[in-house]
């Protein structure tokens, strides 16, 4: 497998397995805490995000430097997740104030030529 195929195959896990989705992440972790852990694992320091499962962040930085590398790369890709899951829902806020800002000017020019 190539390295793209493996950290595809680690973030399906942690989605399908451990239920870390956009969703998820967009809650739990919208301080950044997966870029955290991912350099964490990346630099082999133990500092953490205090709002995760210290057990389980122990077990990721004894696996072997290879398999924390696919783990830091699928918390990268689930970090872009997040941020891009935000744009998104601020674009569509925008684009729904747009409408209705249509609208309100489409039933002016409406109600105006009505009087004229």
Not at 28 to 39: D, G, P, S, T
Not at 86 to 109: F, G
Request: hydrophobic share 40%.
């Amino acid at each position: 497998m190539t390295g793209i195929e493996l950290i595809a195959q680690e973030r399906a896990e942690q989605i399908e397995k451990h239920g870390k989705t956009v969703e998820f992440d967009a809650k739990v972790n919208n301080h950044y805490q997966l870029r955290i852990v991912a350099k964490t694992l990346l630099e082999g320091k133990t500092c953490f995000p205090d709002n995760w499962d210290e057990n389980l962040l122990r077990k990721m930085f004894c696996k072997t430097y290879k398999e924390r590398l696919i783990i830091a790369g699928a918390l990268i890709a689930a970090e872009i997740d997040r941020i891009q899951a935000e744009i998104d829902k601020v674009l569509a806020e925008s684009h729904r104030i747009q409408d209705e800002m249509q609208k309100m000017h489409n039933n002016r020019v409406s109600r105006k030529s009505v009087k004229e």
